[in-house]
């Protein structure tokens, strides 16, 4: 069974303090991994997609990872607008090639303090 | 950009109830999905549908059903509200079968 697992579960960071976020899994054949931003009582906001070990993302202050069995997400110099859950989700290859639908974690709550 | 609009923001319903949540998006994707989210427990699949007049259960689909008599909409159906179906409804779409999915807003649906 596909499974997604994010570290830590909450992260208070100061203004400036740049730190990771971790989204490690376990999946047959990983078609994409995915990060999105989910601000309080909103619906998440696609940020990056991930195809394989290696690849790199960025966006802003933040760049997305993957290795074979985990993802980061690096924020660099966080500004308090960065404040929001992070959610991690992966997809998997079906036996036909297709896509399985999404895994996904339950999320890492970062809090920037200025 | 495309947009995903979900009809409430808040719904306050009775046990028992018969509970429509509508959900529209306006770029002509071809996959809809319904989600929704808990505290402690993240989001959970109820169904999808990759064409018009297709539905494929979730992981959660007890309690649920959905149309989706036109591409651009797709809706969420409690045939019988019930307390423990009180949570955070997503909707969503995607053109492809790829993850970049695009979410609505939510509907926050209390159930007393």
């Known amino acids: 069974e596909d499974q997604v697992t994010q570290s830590p579960e909450a992260l208070r960071l100061q203004e400036g303090e740049s730190s990771s976020l971790n989204c490690s899994y376990t999946v047959s054949g990983l078609r994409g991994l995915f990060w999105y931003r989910q601000d309080p009582g909103k619906g998440p906001e696609f940020l990056f997609t991930?195809?394989?070990a290696g690849e790199e993302k960025e966006k802003e202050r933040l760049k997305a990872t993957l290795t074979k069995k985990e993802s980061f997400l690096h924020i660099t110099a966080p500004k308090p607008e960065d404040s929001a859950t992070y959610l991690c989700a992966v997809q998997a290859v079906t036996s036909q090639g297709g896509s399985e639908k999404l895994v996904f974690g339950k999320g890492t709550k970062l809090t920037v303090n200025p | 950009d495309v947009k995903v609009t979900q009809s409430s923001r808040y719904l306050v319903k009775r046990t028992g109830e018969k509970v429509f949540l509508e959900c529209v998006q306006d770029m002509d994707h071809e996959n809809m999905f319904w989600y929704r989210q808990d505290p402690g427990l993240g989001l959970r699949l109820i169904y999808f549908s990759y064409d018009v007049k297709m539905k494929e259960k979730g992981d959660i689909p007890e309690g649920y059903s959905v149309s989706r008599e036109k591409k651009e909409r797709f809706s969420l159906i409690l045939e019988s509200a019930s307390t423990n179906q009180t949570s955070m409804y997503l909707c969503?779409?995607?053109?492809?079968?790829?993850?970049?999915?695009?979410f609505g807003s939510g509907t926050r649906l209390t159930v007393v």
């Open positions: 991930l195809y394989s």
């Open positions: 969503a779409s995607s053109p492809d079968t790829l993850g970049g999915y695009t």
